[in-house]
């Protein structure tokens, strides 16, 4: 995805917890989403942060950093249904567009036992 | 209630063709996206609508083209298919497409150009 930049594969062990990054360049920065997207299935909603902090909804956390244009999603305790991309997204008014929401190109995670 | 339905699930057609991708928003939603997604990417804005309005439009040629029906249900058409119109073809519905709302995905319709 345009501006929008997160690793492409990340490998953890069931059980661990892993923390997948996310950075952006936008103005006018509206708010910023998570998905998870399990292979072949249509991604579903993780989380949202539109103000600075951490957002926590059981195992997932997000955190947002306005000013750094930085968030990240914190999975703990993974199990290994867990194995999925994540996909972040971000919802601004980027140049020609108002307010649309762009998606990064996703990070692939493996959970191994 | 049921999620956002896409059809047809997949779909095969050969270049140059014309397609008409159908979408069924979440009961109550009344805004759609639709969305290309290409094997290893993430999804790519395509066309955003809300009460029949288009509010967005991604940086997709003239080809692709949508609309939006009285009772929120939407139509994506591509004209003129290329073989790099082969992907999966998402929509997303919320409830009014403002900012702080997640959209919520249907299953997709796989799209492959021969």
């Known amino acids: 995805g345009q501006n929008i930049d997160q690793p492409t594969e990340m490998t953890a062990t069931e059980g661990a917890i892993v923390q997948i990054n996310c950075t952006y360049q936008?103005?006018?920065?509206?708010?910023l989403f998570w998905y998870q997207q399990h292979a072949g299935e249509a991604p579903t909603f993780l989380s949202y942060?539109?103000?600075?902090g951490l957002e926590e909804k059981g195992r997932f956390s997000s955190f947002l950093s306005r000013s750094k244009g930085y968030s990240y999603l914190l999975l703990k305790e993974l199990q290994m249904k867990d194995s999925a991309s994540y996909l972040c997204?971000?919802?601004?008014?980027?140049?020609?567009?108002?307010?649309?929401?762009?998606f990064g190109a996703g990070t692939r995670l493996t959970v191994k036992p | 209630d049921a999620g956002v339905t896409q059809s047809p699930t997949h779909l095969i057609k050969t270049r140059g063709q014309h397609v008409t991708l159908r979408c069924s928003p979440i009961?109550?939603?009344?805004?759609v996206s639709w969305y290309q997604q290409v094997l290893g990417q993430g999804p790519q804005f395509i066309f955003q609508?809300?009460?029949?309005?288009?509010?967005g439009r991604g940086n997709f040629p003239d080809r692709f083209s949508a609309r939006q029906f009285p009772n929120y249900s939407s139509e994506l058409n591509v004209n003129a298919l290329l073989l790099g119109d082969s992907a999966l073809y998402l929509c997303?519905?919320?409830?009014?497409?403002?900012?702080?709302?997640?959209?919520?995905f249907g299953d997709g319709t796989r799209l492959s150009i021969l």
């Open positions: 997303a519905s919320s409830q009014t497409g403002v900012s702080n709302q997640p959209q919520h």
């Open positions: 936008t103005s006018g920065f509206n708010g």
């Open positions: 942060n539109v103000l600075d």
């Open positions: 997204a971000v919802r601004a008014e980027w140049l020609y567009n108002n307010n649309d929401m762009r």
């Open positions: 009961s109550g939603h009344k805004s």
């Open positions: 609508y809300y009460e029949k309005e288009e509010r």
